[in-house]
């Protein structure tokens, strides 16, 4: 028969294997939330380096027939007092002129110039980017786009919608930061996207089951005498 000691020494034995495997991964939970409780989110996402965008008197605009039936129709700004045309459809996002003819996507001049635009990062340096690898810090953005940044400050840049010329994304070094830590947070190192690895369930059971078997220990252990 199993005596009290025999049990508790199991139980501390099995929680000392476990709590062993975990405690890397804890701590990188803990150090990862404590970034994410004490950084400033807008200042990941480089909201401070956003201009608003422009503000002036839209002109008379020709819309392009549609052979297909569009879900969606805005008009926004490119470069100084261009207006252009966003229609999406089922099968795409189409861009036309305010003549109703298709827009070709941006120069590498015209980039820069949006860039300025759109943020206070006074870019003087532009790179056209058409595909993506998993974990870029531009996934999930619409490619082709440029990627513009000044050559003094390279570490802080901007995605642009290749053809709009939008700001899709800023990225910084806080952003990067983040982003590592928030893959080893979800334990997803390659698209750092997906919540529900295997990984991350197989651990969070683990560290569920060191947190029983503590628990456990203290109820096991006798009481000291006074």
């Known amino acids: 028969m199993t005596t009290r000691f025999e049990r508790q020494r199991q139980v501390r034995r099995w929680h000392r294997r476990i709590a062993l495997l975990c405690a890397v991964q804890l701590f990188a939970w803990t150090l990862s939330g404590v970034f994410f409780a004490f950084v400033d989110i807008e200042g990941v996402r480089g909201s401070d380096h956003r201009k608003a965008p422009q503000a002036d008197l839209l002109p008379n605009i020709t819309f392009p027939a549609l052979s ?21 459809t089922e099968e795409a996002v189409k861009w036309y002129d305010s003549d109703g003819k298709a827009l070709a996507p941006l120069t590498a001049t015209e980039a820069l110039v949006m860039g300025r635009l759109g943020t206070n990062l006074e ?9 993506a690898e998993a974990g870029v810090e531009y996934r999930g953005a619409p490619l082709p786009l440029w990627r513009v940044y000044h050559d003094n400050d390279p570490s802080t840049v901007a995605y642009l919608h290749g ?64």
């Open 163 to 226: 053809t709009s010329g939008q700001v899709l994304a800023i990225r910084n070094t806080a952003w990067r930061w983040w982003d590592f830590l928030w893959s080893l947070h979800i334990m997803d190192y390659d698209t750092r996207d997906e919540i529900g690895t295997w990984l991350l369930k197989i651990f969070s059971l683990l560290a569920v089951a060191t947190a029983i078997a503590g628990l456990s220990l203290f109820f096991l252990s006798p009481q000291r005498r006074r």
């Open 123 to 131: 870019p003087n340096q532009a790179e056209w980017i058409e595909t």
């Open 68 to 88: 297909d039936p569009a879900s969606s129709l805005k008009v926004l700004w490119r470069l100084p007092s261009e207006a252009i045309v966003s229609v999406e």
